[in-house]
C-alpha cells in the first residue's frame, strides 16, 4: 500500500501545505533527495499525487481525484442503498 | 497519519428493531443496487451468511458468484460489520479491507435508526490510479464514477 510506509505518509502530509519541490520537502525531512523523489514516484503511480514543471523545477500536489474520487462515489453509493434498503423494509413483504 | 473520512449515512425505517436487521442482512438480494454487481450476469442473489466469519457474496443468474467481503462481527439485532473487499477497479481483492459498520438503532416499537459507516477508505488508496484507467470497461469504476459525477453536477446546478 502506498502510505502503508510513514516516511512516505510524511511525504504526502508535506503535500497538503501546498505543492512543493522534491528539494522542499527533503528539506523539512531527515531523508536524501532521492530517498524523496522514490517516495513521490510510488504516490504518483498510485494516483495520490500529480506533478508539473514549475520553471526549471518540478512540483508535486496531491491529486484531488484519487482518494477524494473514492469517498465521493462511496458516498453516492451508500444513499441509493439505504434508500432502496428503506423501500424494501417498508413497503416489502413478510419476513419469515 | 492519512486518513479520508468514512462514509457516514443514517436513515429511519418504520419497522421494529429485528425487522430492519433481518431485511438488511437476509434479504439484502431484494435492495441491494443491482446495478453495482460486479458479476458478468445479471445480480440474482447477495448473501450475507449469518456468522462472524461468513461470506458476503453475489450470485448471478448464470450460477456464477464472486465475493464482496466476509462479516466481521454478527451481533443481531443491533449490529453488524462487514469487510468490503471491493477495490476502485470493481474487483475482488482479498487483500484489501475496508469495513462497514451497520447499526440499527431501536427509535420506539415500530421505528428504527439505521446508521452506517464506510470506513478506513484510504486503504483503497494506492488502487485509486488504476481505477481511473478503467472508464473503457462498461462496469468499470471510471465510468459509474463518471455518471455520478455528472448526476452531482446536475444536481448542484438546479
Known amino acids: 500500500m502506498a502510505l502503508a510506509d510513514p516516511t512516505r505518509r510524511r511525504v504526502f502530509e508535506e503535500l497538503r501545505r501546498g505543492p512543493r519541490s522534491v528539494g522542499k520537502i527533503a528539506a523539512r525531512m531527515p531523508v536524501s533527495r532521492p530517498a524523496v523523489s522514490q517516495h513521490l514516484a510510488v504516490l504518483k503511480k498510485a494516483g495520490l499525487v500529480g506533478d508539473r514543471a514549475l520553471g526549471t523545477r518540478r512540483v508535486y500536489y496531491i491529486d484531488p481525484k484519487g482518494l477524494a474520487a473514492i469517498r465521493i462515489w462511496l458516498d453516492q453509493f451508500w444513499d441509493e442503498a439505504l434508500s432502496a434498503f428503506q423501500s424494501e423494509v417498508e413497503e416489502g413483504g413478510v419476513v419469515e | ?158
Open chain 2, 1 to 158: 497519519m492519512i486518513k479520508i473520512a468514512p462514509v457516514r449515512k443514517q436513515i429511519t425505517v418504520k419497522a421494529d428493531q429485528s425487522r430492519a436487521f433481518v431485511v438488511f442482512t437476509a434479504k439484502m438480494s431484494r435492495w441491494w443496487p443491482a446495478t453495482h454487481s460486479i458479476l458478468k450476469s445479471p445480480l440474482k442473489e447477495c448473501i450475507v451468511e449469518p456468522r462472524a466469519g461468513g461470506r458476503w457474496y453475489s450470485v448471478g443468474e448464470d450460477g456464477s458468484s464472486c465475493q464482496t467481503g466476509y462479516v466481521i462481527e454478527w451481533r443481531p439485532p443491533e449490529r453488524l460489520v462487514l469487510a468490503w473487499q471491493i477495490n476502485p477497479q470493481w474487483q475482488y481483492d482479498p487483500e484489501l479491507v475496508t469495513e462497514v459498520e451497520v447499526n440499527f438503532i431501536a427509535e420506539s416499537a415500530d421505528t428504527t435508526r439505521v446508521e452506517l459507516e464506510h470506513r478506513y477508505l484510504e486503504r483503497m488508496g494506492d488502487k485509486a490510479a488504476d481505477a481511473r484507467n478503467a472508464v473503457d470497461s462498461p462496469r468499470g469504476w471510471g465510468l459509474i464514477l463518471e455518471s455520478f459525477r455528472v448526476a452531482v453536477e446536475e444536481q448542484s446546478q438546479t
